[in-house]
């Protein structure tokens, strides 16, 4: 995870879930981001990518796959409901990408 100086969260990584308590999001959709790096992907195939989100307040997240140079793949906003649980089920075909990351604002 990161959390820049600008943002305010603790995270909890338990039973292949993480929960973020963010006390301050920060001006940025970028401040507080969950990311996985280090996964191995095919240039130009789908991939599916499939979670479950919830917030204790209405939020928009940002979902991307991100490459190398900073290239943007499968980008949304994903609007969250206070207390709702969402399903998120997305296909993306990518070039060549290696990072994950969620980003609340």
Same mark, same amino acid.
């Given at each position: 995870?990161?959390?820049? !100086?600008?943002?305010?969260?603790?995270t909890?990584?338990? #039973?292949?879930?993480?929960?973020?308590e963010?006390?301050?999001?920060?001006?940025?959709?970028?401040?507080?981001?969950?990311?996985? #790096?280090?996964?191995?992907?095919?240039?130009g195939?789908?991939?599916?990518?499939?979670?479950? *989100? &919830? !917030? !204790?307040?209405?939020?928009?997240?940002?979902?991307?796959?991100?490459?190398?140079?900073?290239?943007?793949? &499968?980008?949304?906003?994903? %609007?969250?409901?206070?207390?709702?649980?969402? !399903?998120?089920? %997305? *296909?993306?075909?990518?070039?060549?990408?290696?990072?994950?990351?969620?980003?609340?604002?």
């Amino acid at each position: 995870d990161y959390v820049d !100086s600008a943002a305010n969260a603790t995270t909890d990584f338990t #039973e292949n879930r993480v929960r973020y308590e963010i006390t301050k999001a920060g001006t940025k959709d970028w401040n507080i981001q969950l990311k996985q #790096e280090g996964l191995t992907m095919e240039a130009g195939a789908s991939y599916k990518l499939e979670m479950k *989100i &919830g !917030s !204790s307040i209405d939020r928009d997240v940002k979902v991307a796959l991100m490459g190398a140079g900073d290239a943007w793949y &499968g980008g949304t906003d994903i %609007r969250l409901t206070k207390d709702k649980l969402k !399903s998120v089920n %997305r *296909i993306i075909k990518l070039e060549d990408i290696h990072l994950l990351y969620l980003f609340p604002n």
